[in-house]
């Protein structure tokens, strides 16, 4: 299940993920108090289990002006679940917010699209990233595409992802090749202590996975990355 909702604001801040990841958060807490709770605190802490859904945010015409983006037309916020209970309370909830208010920013909301999926019925398919797709190792350092190691680390993360959503994991091994990928950095809502924003290094672009095909299916509605509930890993079959 998959949807892109058409929003309008004057501007946008640089580090906007944070924002869509509040959006969120408030559309599941107007539908269901308790669903909130258990998906993002556990014991009273905040729950770092994966979550089953990707989202990404694409800016149309936009110029930047220091840390702000000022927006000259819409923006599209495309969300991925294949959680039924999930995406039925986002989607409620996204009915009932007209006007969402983030740190003086403003989003107006102006439609809501149903987007139909497409289904993968071979062993390897081609995706798009929509959000970048960042890699890290058992010592959380992000990994470089080149890095040895960074296919590798993919195949254990994709395992995770789908191990959360449906009780284990990976089918069959999977194979990652970059067709034409470019790396990007995303800086998050989260100033360290000198001032700077927690930078995120990532990569966007064009990739083949091969595999089981109910893996590759899964992975193509939940997303494929690290940080997936902060806007990073939304994939689209090409």
Partial sequence: M???????????????NMMFVSLIKECLKKIDENYFNRLFYYQGKHNKKSKNYSF??????????NEVFKINDSIIFSLSSPDLEFFINFYNGLLRTDIFNYKGYT???????????????????VFKTLSPICIKDAEGRFLD?????????????ADIILKNFRGYGLKNEIYFEPINMTKVVVKLD???ENGEYYKVNAYRGIFKLKGDVEDLNLLYQLGL?????????MLEVI
Avoid: M, W
């Avoid at 998959?2 to 906007?16: F, G, H, M, N, S």
């Avoid at 990404?56 to 002006?65: P, S």
């Avoid at 809501?112 to 999926?117: F, G, L, Y």
């Avoid at 990355?225 to 890993?233: A, I, K, L, T, V």
């Fill in 145 to 157: 595409l080149e890095d040895e190691k960074y296919s590798r680390e993919l195949g254990y993360l």
């Fill in 225 to 233: 990355s690290f940080r997936r509930g902060q806007g990073f890993g």
């Fill in 2 to 16: 998959r949807i892109k909702c058409v929003l309008e604001t004057d501007c946008l801040p640089v580090a906007y």
């Fill in 107 to 125: 989003l107006r909301r102006k439609r809501i699209v149903h987007v139909k999926e497409k289904y993968i019925t071979q062993q390897e398919a």
């Fill in 190 to 192: 989260r100033q360290l």
């Fill in 56 to 65: 990404a945010v694409g800016l149309k015409n936009f110029e930047l002006d």
